[in-house]
Each structure stands twice: as C-alpha cells, then as structure tokens.
C-alpha cells in the first residue's frame, strides 16, 4: 500500500515526521524530499505518485490551507482521483498539523488532529485498519484508471 504525503514547505518538518512513522510502522509512504531522485522531473514524478497512491495525506496547517502554489494543486489532483473511488472506501485523509480551518473542499471528510493528544496514534491506527479490512477491496491504481 503506498501512502502519498502532501505538505506546504513550512509544514516540512511535521511532514517529515508523519512519514517516518508510517515507515517505522512498515507501511509505504512516499514523500518527495525521500522519493524524488536528482534528475527527474519533479511535476510529473508528483503527479504518477498521486494517481498511483493508494491513501492521500492531506497536511493542513494555518499556512498551507490559505497559501497559493504546489500544495493545492496536489490537492486538486487527489480530489479528481476521490471521485473514481467508491465512497466506502478511504482515499484522502486530511490531516490537521495545527488548530487550523480545513478547506471547504474537505469538509465532508473525517480528518485528524494530529497535534491532538493520541492524534498520531490515531492517523496510524485509521492507516492499518483501512489497509487491514480493505486491501482486497481497493481497485488497484490501473484499475481506477479504466
């Protein structure tokens, strides 16, 4: 199961964090500071990480929700790949870094307060339990595509 991170540059650090404990928990997660090799073409690596993921982690924090550039545009692209999947299933989890306003493109989704008590444990637990009860269920990424 790969996991997709998305962050703001000023959120980086938290972003960072949240990867390195999905990875300690032997889940995959990918995150462009880790996954991008010198070379490529950023863009589009981001983009086919995006369509091919599994789980979005939507990092919202009072910066990056209002902030113009990359952020929403990955945003953007994981609510055009939400809608090809059933709404049983769990595509985008938005994570809130801080006390911040989600989006109102996001408010019809339970997130996480992960600056909450437990909110780690919780982002985690949601992550195993999706990937434990519905990992045969989930179309893979070339299927959603068709």
Known sequence: MSIFISYGREDRSLALEIYELLCH???????????????????????????????????????SVSKRGFVQSELQCALKVLETIPEDQVFLIPVRLDNCEAPARLV??????????????KLVEAIERYTASSASKVPSPTERST
């Not at 090799?37 to 009072?62: M, R, T, Y």
């Not at 997130?111 to 444990?121: C, H, K, N, Q, T």
């Open 108 to 121: 019809h989704l339970h997130w996480v307060d992960y600056f909450a008590p437990g909110g780690r444990d």
């Open 25 to 63: 928990k032997g889940l995959s997660a990918w995150i462009d500071v880790r996954n991008l090799q010198p070379g490529q073409i950023w863009e589009s690596q981001i983009d086919k990480a995006i369509q091919n993921c599994e789980i979005f982690v939507a990092c919202l924090s009072s910066s």
